[in-house]
Nanobody
Framework: QVQLVESGGGLVQAGDSLRLSCAAS????????MGWFRQAPGKEREFVAA????????GYADSVKGRFTISRENAKNTVYLQMNSLKPEDTAVYYC?????????????????WGQGTQVTVSS
């Protein structure tokens, strides 16, 4: 059983930065793509960013492109989400997810393990 534990969320002001971390248990971390999704109150969960297991490819939602950066340290079984220039509309619970495939996907159905989520609140 794979466990994902997110950390790094909090309350910040617009324009600030945060870095989320997600530590994964289990083996062969580099064999799987990792993704970040978020869910704002009253909204569907949406894709934020993802990276392939090989660290060669990454994708971002248009709403965060240029502000957020996903990275991973396979030796530490950890994936990060660096969030800069935060906006109030970035307020959400952020979830880390592990894909069943090595190449990333924007679709939730490609991910089979999920963390419990970490709250990010951006005040204006």
């Amino acid at each position: 059983q794979v466990q994902l534990v997110e950390s790094g969320g909090g309350l910040v002001q617009a324009g600030d930065s945060l870095r989320l971390s997600c530590a994964a248990s289990g083996r062969a971390f580099s064999a799987y793509a990792m993704g970040w999704f978020r869910q704002a109150p009253g909204k569907e969960r949406e894709f934020v960013a993802a990276m392939s297991g090989t660290n060669t490819n990454a994708g971002y939602a248009d709403s965060v492109k240029g502000r957020f950066t996903i990275s991973r340290e396979n030796a530490k079984n950890t994936v990060y989400l660096q969030m800069n220039s935060l906006k109030p509309e970035d307020t959400a619970v952020y979830y880390c997810a592990r894909s069943s495939r090595i190449y990333y996907s924007n679709y939730e159905r490609a991910y089979d393990y999920w963390g419990q989520g970490t709250q990010v609140t951006v005040s204006s």
